[in-house]
């Protein structure tokens, strides 16, 4: 029988905030931990964190805020923080003219911040920006289009006009790895950098289980059919809002067959892997370090998955 594999906790996963269920869905009492004095509010422009030149992730008092055009939904309340209970808020600005850090770091985006900032930070910035980048797609009533508002804290829009309530989303994705014999089969898009092979992935469906999704886009992208699916890790992953699920599928055949989404794929043996994921291949390499391929991949490679 398999052993039980550790927890990972992937890049944009492990925030340290407190999502605090008991006052999220009050909006009186979130008014006041906002305006209480303790807050701290992470701002946003265009998806991007301001990292100032220490490496810190800027966050700015609500005295900051008087002079900063904020975007609907306004502030969104991200949680408490340890044992002081100091509230967080996240808010996209409109424009970043009369930013107060001005001259004091730059901003960036998060595929960029994610190689240096902090774990706690990078999951925080990442659940900031899919949340906020969901009230930004979501301004409008899906149900009857009229102008939606935001509620609980920015859990949710509202609609007057219909009475209905929308939350916010994630998207799941599969991502996974076809394995046969010792290899593993990992594909490339003709926009990458040369020599990035990682593994193939896909939006869920409607109507699709994860497995049905893991097969079906294997077989779309290679022509390759498997069966057997296990779960090895998950990732949430703010470009803009999805959920990362990490498979490893049992391959029933080899032959390849490109569809067009993929400029190549092959199959790749576990030392080939381990190289690439170490930097050390002469040819090849894997995706960045923060992404659920290069976890997926070095889990198979170890043995984990
Ligand atoms: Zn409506």
Not at 236 to 263: C, K, R, V
Request: charge should be negative; glycine fraction near 10%; charged fraction near 20%.
């Amino acid at each position: 029988m398999q052993k039980p594999r550790p927890h990972l906790t992937l890049p944009f996963a492990g925030s340290p905030l407190d999502r605090r269920d008991d006052v999220r869905r009050d909006e009186a009492a979130i008014e006041a931990l906002a305006k209480g004095g303790r807050a701290l509010f992470l701002p946003l422009w265009q998806g991007q964190v301001f990292v100032l030149h220490d490496g810190q992730m800027a966050l700015l008092q609500e005295a900051a805020l008087a002079h900063l055009t904020v975007a609907d939904p306004g502030s969104v309340f991200l949680g408490t923080m340890g044992e002081t209970a100091q509230p967080w808020f996240a808010l996209a600005l409109d424009d970043d003219a009369g930013f107060p850090l001005e001259g004091l770091g730059e901003w960036q985006g998060l595929r960029l911040a994610a190689a240096h900032l902090p774990a706690p930070d990078l999951a925080i910035a990442g659940r900031a920006s899919a949340l906020l980048g969901w009230h930004a797609r979501h301004r409008f009533c899906p149900n009857c289009g009229a102008p939606s508002t935001p509620g609980e804290g920015g859990a949710k829009r509202l609609c007057a006009a219909c009475g209905s309530e929308h939350f916010a989303r994630t998207d799941p994705v599969v991502i996974m790895l076809a394995v046969r014999g010792g290899q593993c089969l990992l594909g490339r898009q003709s926009g990458w950098p040369a020599g990035v092979y990682s593994a193939l992935a896909g939006f869920v469906e409607p109507g699709e289980s994860l497995e049905e999704a893991c097969a079906r886009e294997i077989a779309e992208e290679t022509g390759v059919r498997t069966g057997a699916v296990r779960y090895v890790l998950s990732q949430p992953w703010p470009f803009p809002s999805s959920l990362m699920i990490g498979l490893i599928a049992q391959a029933q055949s080899e032959a390849i067959t490109l569809d067009d989404e993929l400029e190549d794929a092959r199959w790749f043996a576990r030392d080939d892997v381990r190289a690439m994921l170490d930097g050390s291949h002469p040819q090849y390499s894997a995706p960045m370090a923060f992404s659920a391929a290069h976890h997926l991949m070095r889990a198979w490679v170890q043995g984990e998955a």
